[in-house]
């Protein structure tokens, strides 16, 4: 209840920001993208975790606002970014399923996108297998409206949810997010390395690409290139960056 009170007031305060996580592709090494990932300065608190609040988000139904502030807001600092001389890059934004239940998701999409200036091609939102599994017709439809404005779409945390194949073909999303539990560990982990070789060939066969989550070192990272996973994201590259690091990042990173 206390997070609840003090979240309904952290939007008109200005109180939540965007951390900036970047992602690599394994074949060229160049950077692809940055995945953006909410906080809460809460006064008295220092930094609240996503972990802590979204789920309380979710229930009240705030995370609907939430969502739509961090569309906004991670639109706008791309394209802060691009005018800035940054190459072609997607944010990633994540996506909860109340924002295809109740709002508009697609309207929240096309008006981030615009009042941002920036190209649908540059921004990816990441559903999660739970999105596409509940109320498959109407998230269906959604999901073929966001997709004719131009954006892409990923799966998040692949392989930890009911993983039906079957939703993959339906709604043609373009990559999945293997779960980083699959990943940490690979190096050390024969079950897991099988899983994400299962995972990047199933993918690369249904035309989608791969994206590994939780890259710490060196090790997994080269395993990963073997088994084929095109991109990466992880502590090994850089740990999510505040709005005003990252921009040096992606200018060096070039
Ligand atoms: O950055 P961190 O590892 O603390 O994120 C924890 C969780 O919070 C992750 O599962 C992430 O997907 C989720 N999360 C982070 N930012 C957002 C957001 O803007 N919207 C939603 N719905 N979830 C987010
Ligand atoms: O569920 P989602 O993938 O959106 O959340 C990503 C979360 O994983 C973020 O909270 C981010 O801080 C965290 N994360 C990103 N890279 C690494 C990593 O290399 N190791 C670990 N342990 N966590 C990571
Ligand atoms: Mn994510
Ligand atoms: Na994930």
Redesign the pocket.
């Known amino acids: 209840l206390d997070i609840r009170n003090g979240l309904a007031q952290a939007l008109q305060r200005d109180e939540l920001l965007l951390y900036y ?1 970047p992602q690599f592709d394994l074949a060229s090494g160049r950077m692809i993208g940055v ?1 953006a ?1 909410i906080r809460w300065q809460r006064p008295g608190h220092g930094l609240v975790s ?2 802590r609040f979204i789920p309380v988000a979710e229930e009240c139904g705030l995370i609907v606002p939430i969502g739509a502030w961090v569309l906004r807001t991670a639109c706008r600092q791309m394209a802060e970014w691009r005018a800035a001389g940054a190459p072609h890059l997607v944010v990633a934004v ?1 996506l909860s399923a109340l924002q295809f239940g109740r709002g508009n998701l697609e309207q929240d999409v096309r008006a981030a996108l615009e009042q941002a200036g920036l190209p649908a091609g540059w921004l990816e939102l ?1 559903l999660t297998e739970s999105i596409l599994l509940q109320n498959p017709d109407q998230v269906l439809a959604i999901v073929q409206r966001l997709r004719k404005l131009g954006v892409s779409l990923s799966v ?2 692949f392989g930890t949810g009911y993983s039906s194949l079957a939703y993959l073909k339906q709604f043609a999303v373009d990559k999945l ?1 293997i779960d ?1 539990s699959f990943v ?1 560990a690979i190096d050390a982990q024969p079950d897991d390395t099988a899983i994400v070789r299962a995972i990047v060939q199933m993918a690369h066969s249904l035309g989608l690409k791969t994206i590994a ?4 070192n060196t090790a997994v990272l080269d395993l990963l290139g073997k088994l084929g996973c095109d991109e990466a ?4 590259y850089a ?2 960056l505040p709005a005003a690091e990252a921009l040096p990042f992606i200018l060096a990173a070039q």
């Open positions: 996580q995945e990932l996503p972990a994540n990441e998040d945390d997010k980083q940490r989550e939780g890259v710490e994201q992880g502590y090994h740990r999510p």
